[in-house]
């Protein structure tokens, strides 16, 4: 099983900065199958970013994915109001499937 | 547009069982494997079951292996979970979600909360 750790626990930023959210598997992921998701509260996660790099439909072009192998990154360019939430990376190359344990974005 | 919507959450004792339903509209749902992710309380995302369109491919998470049963009817464009056993650490709300050709989970639904206690 891939183990997937999300890095910084929680980030205080405030509106306009840039956020930087790592995840780092145990082992490489297959063919990149690594997506990013937010989640608010009460509501249900949304897939922002697949394929580590590929921004999925109607996702803003603030929010960016990179990485390759074991080491994956999250950048939100500017955060907005709108952005502040948790954020969940996994991974879908292989099963069983598995979730980082989430980064909170919080208001500074 | 993609609609999932999951039922047949509730309060269950420990030991008992339950079924969980999702009903798909909005797109092909033969096209498309299917999976269950549920969430305890105030904690993160974990991965429970897929199942493949035409039903001939399953795979669980060891916590659930044995004891949920992951099954769709794709005349009815529904997904089910049966589960079995449940334990107190099964608190948590369930989603139903879509997986693309290429696995990724695009879309999820609302969820439905299941809560095992005495």
């Known amino acids: 099983e891939i183990v997937l750790t999300q890095s910084p626990g929680t980030l205080s930023l405030s509106p306009g900065e840039r956020a930087t959210l790592s995840c780092r598997a145990s082992?490489?992921?297959?063919?990149?199958?690594l997506a990013w998701y937010q989640q608010k509260p009460g509501q249900a996660p949304r897939l922002l970013v697949y394929g580590a790099s590929s921004r999925a439909t109607g996702i803003p072009d603030r929010f960016s994915g990179s990485g390759f192998g074991t080491d994956f990154t999250l950048t939100i360019s500017r955060l907005e109001p709108e952005d502040f939430a948790v954020y969940y990376c996994q991974q879908y190359g292989s099963s069983p499937r598995t979730f980082g344990q989430g980064t909170k974005v919080e208001i500074k | 547009q993609v609609h999932l919507v999951e039922s047949g959450g509730g309060l269950v004792k420990p030991g008992g069982s339950l079924r969980l339903s999702c009903a798909a509209s909005g797109f092909t749902f033969t096209d498309y494997y299917m999976s269950w992710i549920r969430q305890a309380p105030g904690k993160g995302l974990e991965w429970l079951s897929y199942?493949?369109?035409?039903?001939?491919?399953?795979q669980y998470a060891d916590s659930v292996k044995g004891r949920f049963t992951i099954s769709r009817d794709n005349a009815k464009n529904s997904l089910y979970l049966q589960m079995y056993s449940l334990r107190a650490e099964d608190t948590a709300v369930y989603y139903c979600?879509?997986?693309?050709?290429?696995?990724?989970?695009?879309?999820w639904g609302q969820g439905t909360l299941v809560t095992v206690s005495s």
């Open positions: 082992q490489s992921v297959n063919s990149n199958y």
């Open positions: 199942i493949s369109s035409n039903g001939d491919i399953i």
């Open positions: 979600a879509r997986e693309t050709r290429d696995r990724r989970t695009d879309y």
